[in-house]
């Protein structure tokens, strides 16, 4: 089993939906890093934190530390927001990542 | 201010040379850590620098290792390439060592024949 899962792993919806990334992991950890993966590989950092919630556009990001999930909410998507999202965890000073999740919004 | 540069690019070796990859990172970015992502494992911690020291290290051969210099521009090196070491290596820089808030290079994707 892997120490981070995300869920879905492939999500497709229309312009304007609200979108919902899941993230759970199993180990203990200092803080967990939200990510943007465009095609053509580059990685963009959305968020790092560590307890409680950002907020940063139209994107939200929300930690339970206790319960050990996180999640990426997207607000009134567009077609610009499609990409994979990787959640990442960090335990001893290091990153570990989740699988991704492939999001594509239509038009 | 300028973003994290690697070069080259794109890069393809025979097995069994070896390779270097550089990384320059944000000015005044002292950290830099080093990614493997493969279609098979997703993406892998390889190794952090800070201060011209390796601070942390993932699960990787020995054939993996790097540097970093004064300047803090690190560079990585692959040693007897294998066919599995085909992948999109990135690097990231960041203000201060320990996974924290990171800033990624547009990686270097090397293919392995």
């Known amino acids: 089993k892997n120490e981070v899962e995300q869920s879905p792993q492939n999500l497709t919806a229309q312009e304007g939906e609200f979108i919902t990334i899941n993230c759970s992991y199993s180990v203990g950890i200092s803080a967990l890093h939200w990510l943007q993966q465009h095609p053509g590989g580059g990685i963009v950092s959305l968020f790092m934190l560590s307890s409680g919630k950002k907020k940063h556009g139209r994107l939200i990001a929300t930690i339970n530390i206790q319960e050990k999930h996180s999640s990426l909410h997207i607000t009134a998507s567009h077609p610009r927001d499609s990409a994979v999202y990787i959640c990442a965890v960090v335990g001893n000073e290091k990153l570990t990542f989740g699988t991704g999740t492939r999001l594509t919004i239509i038009p | 201010k300028a973003g994290v540069t690697q070069t080259p690019r794109y890069l393809i070796k025979t097995r069994g040379q070896q390779v270097t990859l550089s990384c320059s990172p944000i000015?005044?970015?002292?950290?830099v850590s080093w990614y493997q992502q493969t279609p098979g494992q997703g993406l892998q911690f390889l190794f952090e620098y800070f201060s011209e020291t390796q601070r942390n290290k993932g699960n990787f051969p020995g054939r993996f290792s790097g540097r970093q210099f004064s300047n803090s521009r690190s560079e990585m090196n692959v040693s007897t390439l294998e066919l599995g070491d085909s992948a999109l290596y990135l690097c990231?820089?960041?203000?201060?060592?320990?996974?924290?808030?990171?800033?990624f290079g547009p990686g270097t994707r090397l293919t392995v024949t």
């Open positions: 990231a820089s960041s203000l201060v060592r320990g996974a924290s808030e990171q800033y």
């Open positions: 000015s005044g970015h002292r950290s």
